[in-house]
């Protein structure tokens, strides 16, 4: 069974930066998309980013794309999200995801077979 272990996460004033990271257990890691999902409050769960098994692409979210960067590090099961420029509507628990059945581009909460607990990011204005 896949575990994720999500940190990285806490109190950022407005502009900050901060570097979520999330652990997977598993021998096939570097088989699994990769995802980072968010829910603020009284919203629903929404994709961020994602980065690819084959080839590590990263691909994000059109208000993520110039602030934030996503990265895989295969040797240490480990998939980061970078997030610079946060802002208070960035503020939501973020959730880890892993993709164990390589769909392509994966940006739906329905293509994620594992999901981390979460770690709540606030920005302070």
């Known amino acids: 069974q896949v575990q994720l272990v999500e940190s990285g996460g806490g109190l950022v004033q407005v502009g900050g930066s901060l570097r979520l990271s999330c652990a997977v257990s598993g021998p096939t890691f570097s088989r699994y998309n990769m995802g980072w999902f968010r829910q603020a409050p009284g919203k629903e769960r929404e994709f961020v980013a994602g980065i690819t098994w084959r080839d590590a692409t990263p691909y994000l979210r059109e208000y993520a794309k110039d602030r934030w960067t996503i990265t895989r590090d295969n040797a240490r099961n480990t998939v980061s999200l970078q997030m610079n420029s946060l802002g208070p509507e960035d503020t939501a628990v973020y959730y880890c995801?892993?993709?164990?059945?390589?769909?392509?581009?994966?940006?739906?909460?329905?293509?994620?077979?594992?999901w981390g607990q979460g770690t709540q990011v606030t920005v302070s204005s």
């Open positions: 995801a892993a993709d164990q059945q390589s769909h392509t581009y994966p940006n739906s909460e329905h293509e994620y077979d594992s």
